[in-house]
């Protein structure tokens, strides 16, 4: 009976260690931020004459890995700096999107992230500058040449785009 219960442990432990998907370094693929959507601003009206706050990003940083299969994981850090324009101003909230290009621009995938909090009160109960970082991990979909483009930015209304790029 015993040996049938080491021969039991050793089995769990072969498989569970035969299971076990090794992940190595990886080349990652280009990352730019959109030139028409890096800057993003909250306004009550649609003219945005009274604006709450403004955002942009500022940096990132990526690490790829890949796995046996040759799937790709990208771990994609951004940070984002958000000013309060406002002296009464004390939330903010915002939209960014992830878009992955092949080497011809198409899309292969898009996807949108919300990020809010509250901004880091200073002297006088006045809000500050504030830097936030958001990390991301996905994986990349295959593609027959591995051949990939990353950009992020805000995701704008067209009064917003407007008044951001005239």
Do not use: W
């Not at 992955?100 to 899309?107: A, E």
């Amino acid at each position: 009976m015993k040996k049938y219960i080491y021969l039991l442990t050793f089995c769990y432990f072969l498989m569970s260690c035969a299971s076990e998907e090794k992940l190595t370094e990886a080349f990652c693929p280009e990352i730019f931020i959109s030139k028409e959507h890096k800057d993003y601003y909250s306004s009550a009206d649609q003219n945005y004459d009274d604006v709450n706050f403004s955002t942009s990003i500022n940096n990132f940083n990526s690490k790829c890995k890949s796995n046996n299969e040759g799937s790709i994981l990208s771990i994609l850090d951004i940070l984002f700096v958000v000013k309060p324009l406002k002296e009464d101003v004390r939330e903010y909230s915002f939209y960014y999107f992830v878009s992955i290009l092949d080497d011809n621009d198409n899309v292969l995938d898009y996807q949108i992230f919300e990020k809010n909090g509250r901004f880091m009160i200073g002297d006088g109960q006045i809000p500050q500058e504030t830097e936030v970082v958001d990390s991301l991990d996905q994986f990349l979909p295959t593609s027959e040449n591995n051949f990939y483009k990353i950009g992020i930015g805000f995701v704008l209304n067209e009064n917003l785009y407007n008044y951001i790029n005239n």
